[in-house]
Nanobody, 119 residues
Framework: QVQLVESGGGLVQAGGSLRLSCAASRSIFSINIMGWYRQAPGKERDLVASITSGGITNYADSVKGRFTISRDYAKNTVYLQMNSLKPEDTAVYYC?????????????WGQGTQVTVSS
């Protein structure tokens, strides 16, 4: 198992930046894939960005060129740098860790952190 703790959310004006952090309770070397998801009121939880243990990244089209996912092995932490924020980026952001064993994937989630972008 792995516990995830997010931080770094808040209120920012459109065009501003925020950096989210996700601290894992175990070495992120052992986690196959980590990602950030977001959920706006009344909407489904959607993938924002992910990074595999091999360093392959994936981004939602809506954030490409604005958001960057990265990791710090020494701190067992994954980051989401968010630049040029827009009001439509407003959501609760969740950190995810995916542990894959054969055909099975177990997902672990943080508690979420609110990001609000004002126009």
């Amino acid at each position: 198992q792995v516990q995830l703790v997010e931080s770094g959310g808040g209120l920012v004006q459109a065009g501003g930046s925020l950096r989210l952090s996700c601290a894992a309770s175990r070495s992120i070397f052992s986690i196959n894939i980590m990602g950030w998801y977001r959920q706006a009121p009344g909407k489904e939880r959607d993938l924002v960005a992910s990074i595999t243990s091999g360093g392959i990244t994936n981004y939602a089209d809506s954030v490409k060129g604005r958001f960057t996912i990265s990791r710090d092995y020494a701190k067992n932490t994954v980051y989401l740098q968010m630049n040029s924020l827009k009001p439509e980026d407003t959501a609760v952001y969740y950190c995810n860790a995916g542990m894959i064993r054969g055909p099975t994937r177990n997902d672990y989630w943080g508690q979420g952190t609110q990001v609000t972008v004002s126009s």
